[in-house]
C-alpha cells in the first residue's frame, strides 16, 4: 500500500507564497507514479483540480485561475512532488490534496488512485 503524506500548509496574507510537498512511502520498493497532481477543496464547495505533472516528459498541466501563479514539479528520485504557489489569493484558501495515478492523467480526479490527507492553506486579506 502507498501512503502519500502532505506538507507546507500554513496561513499567508495576500500577495505571498507557499510550498506544498507530497511524499510517497510504504512500499517495499520506490514508487514513482506516472501523473502527480494537486486537487483543492474550499468549504462548502467541490474539490477541484489544481495541477498535474506527468513523468512522461514532464508535461505539466494547470487550472485556469492558478496559471502564471503555481508551479508544479516532480523528484522521482526522492517519490516526492511540490507545488510552489505564488502571489497567493484569499479564494486560494482550501485543504489541499496530492494524489499520485499509475498511468498518464490531468485532472479527472476518478484517475488517481492513492491520495494524501490533506493540508490546509489559509490565505488572508
Known amino acids: 500500500q502507498v501512503q502519500l503524506v502532505e506538507s507546507g500548509g500554513g496561513q499567508v496574507q495576500a500577495g505571498g507564497s507557499l510550498r506544498l510537498s507530497c511524499a510517497a512511502s510504504?512500499?517495499?520498493?520506490?514508487?514513482?507514479?506516472?501523473?502527480w497532481a494537486w486537487f483543492r477543496q474550499a468549504p462548502g464547495k467541490e474539490r477541484e483540480f489544481v495541477a498535474a505533472?506527468?513523468?512522461?516528459?514532464?508535461?505539466?498541466y494547470y487550472a485556469d485561475d492558478v496559471k502564471g501563479r503555481f508551479t508544479i514539479s516532480r523528484d522521482n528520485a526522492k517519490n516526492t512532488v511540490y507545488l510552489q504557489m505564488n502571489s497567493l489569493k484569499p479564494e486560494d484558501t482550501a485543504v489541499y490534496y496530492c494524489?499520485?495515478?499509475?498511468?498518464?492523467?490531468?485532472?479527472?480526479?476518478?484517475?488517481?488512485?492513492?491520495w494524501g490527507r490533506g493540508t490546509q492553506v489559509t490565505v488572508s486579506s
Open positions: 510504504g512500499r517495499s520498493y520506490s514508487y514513482s507514479p506516472m501523473t
Open positions: 494524489a499520485a495515478a499509475n498511468y498518464e492523467s490531468t485532472g479527472y480526479s476518478n484517475d488517481y488512485t492513492y
Open positions: 505533472v506527468r513523468r512522461s516528459g514532464g508535461s505539466t
